[in-house]
């Protein structure tokens, strides 16, 4: 590897009101173009916005000023993929087709310098939290979707936006550290290992950036959200490491 592999995730732009998600999308930007000399593949793991649906003909407003950054770096020959999160599932084709952004809808499983790696946003893994794994199921059905996309797109909008200012982002609720055996994600990423070896299992969703050891030699990296920590995770084909970007102190 000549250059470095990048993650970041849980960017919840929209949320809480414009002016705090646009203070936050120009710095996400300005990172973006910090790293952009040294990265030959970047990964968006999921909530990236608070909200996003695609209709036919109409998609939401705003965030252009990422958009049109992930584009350039795109036209430079970077690989950008984009996971689906729980806050922006009904992502479709709309940034492959202007963007030439590959989706990720679950988990993908990669192998970067010799190391094996286990991605996915993180929503719906481990332990736990059945009535919102069901709702997943419903709102990943293509009929709901279906559904929902004939609803007008100033109502259908309007609805969703109502619905994401309820979450733990819109409300910047303080996420504490459950200790090593009760990280439900970490459960998960130890089951994982009775199966297949991976080096590295690298999720979001926590909102909270953490490095745990599994075992000698396989570590559980959550790259937190950019709200509070502004952290990502960054791996230079040695080692993957999070990292922080203008420290929020």
Not at 6 to 26: I, T, V
Not at 125 to 145: M, T
Not at 214 to 235: D, P, R
């Amino acid at each position: 590897m000549t250059k470095n592999i990048y993650f970041a995730s849980d960017f919840h732009l929209g949320s809480p009101d414009f002016e705090e998600s646009r203070k936050r999308e120009d710095r996400i930007v300005r990172w973006l173009t910090y790293i952009e000399s040294s990265c030959s593949e970047l990964f968006l793991m999921g909530d990236i916005f608070d909200f996003w649906f695609e209709y036919k003909t109409v998609v939401p407003k705003g965030f252009i000023r990422l958009q049109g950054k992930l584009a350039a770096m795109a036209d430079g020959g970077i690989k950008i993929y984009f996971f689906k999160g729980n806050h922006d599932m009904w992502v479709d084709d709309y940034f492959i087709k202007e963007i030439g952004i590959e989706i990720v809808s679950d988990e993908l499983v990669i192998e970067r310098a010799g190391k094996r790696f286990f991605l996915h946003h993180g929503d719906g893994l481990g332990p736990g939290d059945k009535k919102y794994k069901l709702l997943r199921r419903v709102f990943r059905n293509p009929v709901c979707q279906w559904l929902f996309s004939l609803i007008p797109p100033r109502i259908g909008l309007g609805i969703a936006n109502g619905w994401s200012g309820h979450s733990r982002a819109a409300n910047n609720k303080e996420e504490v550290f459950l200790g090593e055996e009760n990280e439900w994600l970490a459960i998960y990423a130890r089951e994982q290992l009775l199966k297949q070896h991976y080096d590295y299992f690298v999720f979001g969703h926590r909102h909270l950036p953490l490095e745990i050891n599994l075992t000698a030699n396989s570590k559980y990296v959550n790259i937190g959200e950019w709200i509070n920590f502004n952290s990502y995770a960054v791996f230079d084909g040695n080692e993957l490491s999070l990292k922080y970007f203008e420290k929020v102190n």
